[in-house]
């Protein structure tokens, strides 16, 4: 594959604590035109909010993709748990959606 | 615990099966995280070093537009391995981390960016075989069962269409240009041909870890059948452009529809990979000089974002 | 109506202002801090050089009928680029590089703002495209500047540096003789009266809130504009034209 290195003979694969030594990571959120949601994009490096906010200027929206950007510390994001996706986001209620209900079809679109 | 247990591994190998992704936070075997991490390290480290080969030719590009363009792609480069570098942060290592890795030698970055750019040529050869040889493979990458990398490979591959379309533009003109012009895209094309070739990795049958790649939907064609693709593809156009496949045993192969090639020469190929190639040492030593250089200023910024975290605290006392 | 040569020449100054900064931030892609400021400088760069191009395109057309903005780029030599000798100063560290990108975008705010509302269509519309760059980099150098003469004692004492190097290439800028008086003159081009003040407001409130002073040292290099520059411009010129240079006449 063109930008995958053969794994060599022993070649072992580091170990990883993850730590943020250098600038910490912040979340960056685009607003593609006026009356669209500011939507995730990616995250970039930058020692304050003033700096993420010019870097996230500078990386995604080199070709005019957005006209409003937000950045948020990525520590500051919380998130449900993975685990309990059954038990969170589960289905049960199909009267909740539209196709739950029958309607005469000489009634026309509903 | 009142929510039902799931087997995590049924849960994953679920998802795999279903063609569905597997998103940061789920479960997913420690052999998956570290062959993508690896993956997706070297695919970013790849991206940064391959700034330095076309970087070489900013100041001296033989045109304005022809500098813009090629400012323009480099930054793409850099742009697009800040995007791996944050896929790979969702998976538990730093970006910091990554960098030691690349600096030290650890991880290793693509071996095609340990050849020089030795004229103007080489930066239309660069575009056109090596982002295309790229792009085979990426377009591939967008479907690969990783969310992030899936969806970095998504906005990677829509911002890189441009790239060897440009690349080819150069070539095209030189080669309808002066004779020198002529002779230097011919010198790039012969120079950059094989490492191209040898860009998609080993042949299938030496390439261990394939069928492993293929189950988790990280890799969804073998190399050799990619790089049949890319040759099928780019003969022609080579054709075109009235140069000359440097491959004596080069010929198209009616009852396969396939170009026919020779043999790779997979010692070269091991001594670039193995740290032995024409730029190895440059590219390390010109990366960690930046990275070296830029110290004092990245302490100052964390500094001064420390200060003015304090300040803010008094003002709220 | 002025003479189309007072014109040219003055595009040639805004336009060699362009693109020899242009030039030299271009050296320093992938040499920056960070990935991110590889990035960001690359913008910078794109920035400059697609001012150079509007502005040495339109005084290409007073150049005759073979001229472009290549020739102009390319085929001229040391003594007839017109740029500030600021912009021809070499990268140095991040503080130097800085110091001489806050300087340049100080100045083009106030220019820029000013050029567009030049009586001449084009040329307006240049600068007004063109000024919003400008802010925009001036967001960015004024934040750097800041930030490093705040930082540490090293970035405090680095930034400084880089200001009192750079200062002195600083009234080259504002430089202007009998061609912007002509055109003025004309009413082709606004007054620049005000770009000093503005300039001088800008940069003391960015050192000041950098904790960061002006040199005293009034020593000040003046030349850029008539073709007197430092010794930096005869080596960046070779390396830039060479390629072109060596194929006359070719297509790339």
């Given at each position: 594959m063109s930008y995958d290195v053969p794994r060599e003979e022993n070649e072992v694969d580091p170990e990883f604590?993850?730590?943020?030594?250098?600038f910490p990571l912040w979340e960056v959120f685009v607003?593609?035109?006026?009356?669209?949601n500011h939507v995730h994009v990616g995250s970039v490096h930058a020692a304050d909010a003033q700096s993420a906010t010019q870097a996230a200027r500078d990386v995604?929206?080199?070709?005019?993709?957005?006209?409003s950007l937000w950045v948020v510390a990525s520590e500051h994001i919380h998130a449900s748990d993975p685990d309990a996706q059954g038990d969170w986001f589960n289905?049960?209620?199909?009267?909740?959606?539209?196709?739950?209900y029958e309607i005469p079809e000489e009634i026309g679109h509903m | 615990m009142t929510r039902t247990e799931v087997d995590p591994q049924a849960r994953f190998d679920e998802i795999i099966e279903a063609g569905e992704k597997v998103e940061p936070r789920d479960w997913m075997p420690e052999a998956y995280r570290k062959t993508m991490i690896r993956q997706i390290a070297q695919h970013a480290h790849s991206e940064v070093i391959g700034q330095q080969p076309e970087g070489n030719w900013i100041t001296r590009a033989p045109s304005l537009a022809r500098k813009a363009i090629l400012i323009a792609k480099v930054q793409d480069e850099a742009g697009h391995g800040l995007y791996l570098y944050s896929a790979a942060e969702t998976?538990?290592?730093s970006r910091h981390e990554l960098n030691e890795m690349l600096h030290s030698g650890r991880q290793k970055y693509s071996s095609?960016?340990?050849?020089?750019?030795?004229?103007?040529a080489d930066i239309g050869a660069i575009g056109w075989l090596v982002d295309g040889a790229a792009i085979t493979n990426q377009v591939m990458l967008?479907?690969?069962?990783?969310g992030p990398y899936s969806r970095a490979m998504i906005r990677i591959c829509k911002e890189e269409s441009f790239h060897q379309r440009q690349g080819y533009e150069i070539m095209l003109a030189l080669v309808n240009g002066t004779e020198q012009q002529k002779a230097i895209a011919q010198d790039a094309f012969e120079r950059w041909w094989w490492p191209s070739l040898a860009?998609?990795?080993?042949?299938d049958d030496q390439s261990t870890h394939t069928e492993q790649s293929q189950a988790w939907g990280?890799?969804?064609?073998?190399n050799d059948e990619l790089r049949q693709k890319f040759v099928d593809m780019t003969v022609p156009q080579a054709d075109y452009l009235g140069l000359?496949?440097?491959?004596?045993?080069l010929r198209y192969d009616e009852d396969s529809g396939h170009y026919h090639f020779g043999e790779i020469d997979w010692d070269d190929f091991w001594q670039v990979v193995k740290?032995?190639?024409?730029c190895n040492r440059e590219r390390i030593a010109h990366k960690t000089k930046a990275w070296d250089d830029g110290a004092w200023v990245r302490e100052a910024a964390l500094a001064h974002a420390a200060k003015q975290a304090n300040n803010s605290k008094g003002a709220e006392k | 109506m002025a003479d189309p040569h007072e014109l040219y020449t003055f595009l040639l100054r805004v336009g060699d202002d362009n693109l020899i900064l242009a030039q030299r931030l271009g050296e320093l892609v992938s040499w920056m801090p960070e990935l991110e400021e590889d990035i960001a400088v690359a913008n910078v760069a794109l920035d400059h050089l697609g001012q150079a191009r509007n502005v040495l395109t339109y005084a290409a057309r007073m150049a005759?009928?073979?001229?472009?903005e290549d020739t102009l780029a390319m085929e001229r030599s040391e003594r007839e680029f017109l740029n500030a000798v600021l912009v021809e100063?070499?990268?140095?560290?991040f503080g130097q590089t800085m110091a001489r990108q806050l300087f340049v975008d100080a100045y083009q705010v106030p220019f820029y703002e000013a050029l567009a509302?030049?009586?001449?269509d084009t040329v307006a519309g240049i600068a007004a495209k063109a000024v919003k760059e400008a802010r925009y980099h001036l967001a960015r150098s004024s934040n750097w500047v800041v930030v490093l003469g705040d930082g540490t004692d090293e970035s405090h004492q680095r930034m400084q540096a880089g200001i009192d190097a750079m200062?002195?290439?600083?009234?080259d800028l504002f430089f202007t003789d009998e061609t912007e008086e002509a055109l003025q003159q004309a009413g082709i081009l606004p007054s620049f009266d005000n770009i000093r003040g503005t300039f001088d407001d800008t940069v003391s409130s960015v050192l000041a809130r950098g904790l960061l002073a002006l040199p005293e040292d009034p020593y000040q290099r003046i030349g850029g504009r008539t073709?007197?520059?430092?010794?930096h411009l005869g080596h960046l010129l070779p390396d830039m034209q060479a390629l072109h240079r060596a194929n006359a006449g070719a297509s790339w």
């Open positions: 604590a993850g730590t943020q030594n250098g607003r593609a035109q006026r009356g669209l995604y929206t080199r070709r005019a993709e957005g006209v289905d049960s209620k199909p009267y909740r959606h539209p196709t739950f | 998976l538990g290592v095609i960016f340990n050849y020089p750019t030795l004229s103007w967008t479907r690969t069962s990783y860009m998609f990795g080993p042949p990280i890799k969804l064609e073998t000359t496949v440097p491959d004596p045993e740290g032995n190639g024409p | 005759g009928p073979d001229a472009s100063q070499p990268n140095g560290d509302t030049s009586s001449d200062w002195r290439y600083t009234a073709g007197f520059h430092t010794e």
